[in-house]
């Protein structure tokens, strides 16, 4: 996955460097009244609101345990602080929250059910690119690292075996790729009495790979079985927002 997306990555980088450098040339031979209209991408800070939903990649904890990765598709919260440090470049802080319940019967055994819940409390730096298209419009990219701060309860009961119950806490670090657009709906909030805060809506995609391994270890122990499946955190991200720059 990471061979494919790097290219795009640097791809993207590449041209919001171009692009930014273009126009911050062409910004200092504009008329003052035009500079006005173009202030809104000199802002040096934003902060973010996200929600969208989220759904898990593919793992051998779900594939043993018969579940669809799409089946598990829950609602995301995200909130972000972006700081501009040069140029076209910048750093988002993230941090987000998703919580997921599992249930399935009949998946190893026949009449027999697990249940799953789990929280996840993630925190998601990016340095990213930005590239905007027009007065209005911008395009972006990022990559980062991630901590996930999962917190699993396990229930297992068959036949054979009464029930099995299971709570393990864990920090598992992780890594993301993400690219959106942002369209600015209040280029000018202050003439309309509001906060003088540009503000964007944008539409954002992140995949991360964040594997919690062996998440259903004990639960296999204590059936008297010696397998054991990994769990990926992660997933694919679609989120939506608004955006405040100032």
Known sequence: MWK????????ILFLCAVGTANAQSDLSKEPIKDIKK???LARKNAIAVKIGPHVYGGSKYLNYWDKKPTDLTVITFELAYERNIVNFLGIELAAGYFHTKMKKTSTVYVGDHIKSDISTYYFS???KGTFNLTNSLAVYGGVGPDLFIGD??????????SNVTSKESKLVPGAHILAGAE????LHPEEQGFFNAPT?????????YANWRALDEDIMK?????????FNLGGHFILLGLRFHF
């Open 4 to 11: 494919r997306a790097l290219p795009l990555i640097l791809g």
């Open 38 to 40: 173009k202030e809104h």
């Open 125 to 127: 730096p990016s340095l």
């Open 152 to 161: 699993a309860r396990q229930k297992y009961s068959s036949n054979a075996t």
């Open 183 to 186: 369209y600015y709906i209040f």
């Open 200 to 208: 964007g809506f944008f539409v954002e995609y992140k995949y991360t």
């Open 222 to 230: 204590k059936v008297g079985s010696s397998s054991k499946h990994d």
